[in-house]
């Protein structure tokens, strides 16, 4: 039962049903016990709650959540001005922690909020690789 729930789990994630995925992840976590490392692939059980085997830790280390602090890009000083730059840093930093506690959904919103967060016509363009951001304008 574990292995096909998992191979369900599998196959939405390809097909990106992200929801369904998920529903199924708080299955196995939450009816079974069973905890799953998707950037390892690997999955384990626990009876104890939500402990990591040690095998687990030796391979995964202290994880990937080092990031570099986000950074604006400069455009025109009038475009700029109507952003306010501590509201962006602070969305853009809940929505890491989100992404880190795998809440997808919350951390699809808080970019959704930090990308409608300037005035006027105006969006940001948020660029994940880089850790930037800039005021865009579609003109």
């Known amino acids: 039962a574990i292995?096909?729930?998992?191979?369900a789990r599998d196959d939405a994630r390809r097909r990106r049903k992200?929801?369904?995925?998920?529903?199924?992840?708080d299955e196995l976590?939450?009816?079974?016990?069973v905890f799953i490392d998707d950037r390892l692939k690997m999955w384990w059980t626990a009876i104890?709650?939500?402990k990591v085997p040690q095998t687990i830790q030796?391979?995964?280390g202290d994880g990937r959540w080092k990031l570099q602090s986000w950074r604006q890009i400069p455009t025109t000083p009038e475009n700029d001005a109507c952003v306010n730059p501590d509201l962006v840093e602070g969305l853009l930093k809940q929505r890491d922690i989100a992404r880190r506690e795998k809440d997808f959904k919350t951390a699809d919103s808080l970019l959704?909020?930090?990308?409608?967060?300037?005035?006027g016509d105006l969006t940001l363009r948020i660029h994940d690789e880089t850790r930037t951001w800039r005021?865009?304008?579609e003109a």
């Open 3 to 7: 292995r096909s729930l998992i191979k």
């Open 18 to 25: 992200y929801e369904v995925g998920d529903r199924i992840r």
């Open 29 to 33: 976590k939450y009816t079974h016990g």
């Open 48 to 50: 104890d709650g939500n």
């Open 58 to 60: 030796d391979i995964n």
């Open 112 to 119: 959704e909020e930090a990308r409608n967060s300037p005035d």
């Open 135 to 137: 005021v865009w304008t």
